[in-house]
Structure formats: structure tokens, C-alpha cells
């Protein structure tokens, strides 16, 4: 099993960036992919980024290409979400995730073994 923290939300305003951590320990060698999702209040959890851990590619939600970097150091078993260029539409608990596998979609959250608890980004306008 794989234990995953995240940190780094927190308020900022329209415009502003963010970078989230999400610091895995446990059974990280089983990691294969991790991803980033988020969750709005009254919306449906929402993929926003994922990465391989081995080869390092990356995949991005459609609202949030262009803005938002995933990225991560293998030494620190730590993944990284830049954002950048936050609107008040950002705002959710956002969550970290890992899987052992590719498995069919990397946008799928019922595809993901282990989660973390979640931080809050809060984006005023």
C-alpha cells in the first residue's frame, strides 16, 4: 500500500500560482502512475493531471492544459502540480492518487489504489 500527503493549498487570488506536493511513502515501488484530481463543491471529482513515474510523461485535463505543470522527483518519492494563472473556477479540494498500472484511462479515479486527504485551493476573485 502506498501512503500519499499532499500540502501547499491554501487562499490566493485570480491570477495568482500554486504549487501542490504530494509525498508518497509506503509501497512506492509499485507506483506507475500518479495523478492529481479535483473535486468542486455539489461537482463530480475531475481528472487534472497524471504522470508515469518511470518515463515522466505527462497528461493534463482539458481545463487545465496549458496552465498547469505535473511533475515529479523520483528521489523524494514527491509529485508536483504547478498552477498557474488560478481562476475562481480552480477552486476544490484537490487530491492526489497513485495506481501499480497503466490500466484503461488515466482519467478514471476508480482505476486509482491509493489516495491522499486532500488540500484545500481557494481562488478569489
Known amino acids: 500500500q502506498v501512503q500519499l500527503l499532499e500540502s501547499g493549498g491554501g487562499l490566493v487570488q485570480a491570477g495568482d500560482s500554486l504549487r501542490l506536493s504530494c509525498a508518497a511513502s509506503g509501497d512506492t515501488q509499485n507506483i506507475y502512475v500518479m495523478g492529481w484530481f479535483r473535486q468542486a463543491p455539489g461537482k463530480e471529482r475531475e481528472f487534472v493531471a497524471a504522470?508515469?513515474?518511470?518515463?515522466?510523461?505527462?497528461f493534463y485535463g482539458d481545463s487545465v492544459a496549458g496552465r498547469f505543470t505535473i511533475s515529479r522527483d523520483e528521489d523524494k518519492n514527491t509529485m508536483y502540480l504547478q498552477m498557474a494563472s488560478l481562476t475562481p473556477e480552480d477552486t476544490a479540494v484537490y487530491y492526489c492518487?497513485?495506481?501499480?498500472?497503466?490500466?484503461?484511462?488515466?482519467?478514471?479515479?476508480?482505476?486509482?489504489?491509493?489516495w491522499g486527504q486532500g488540500t484545500q485551493v481557494t481562488v478569489s476573485s
Open positions: 504522470i508515469t513515474w518511470k518515463s515522466g510523461s505527462d
Open positions: 492518487a497513485s495506481k501499480p498500472s497503466l490500466g484503461s484511462s488515466l482519467r478514471r479515479g476508480d482505476e486509482y489504489s491509493d
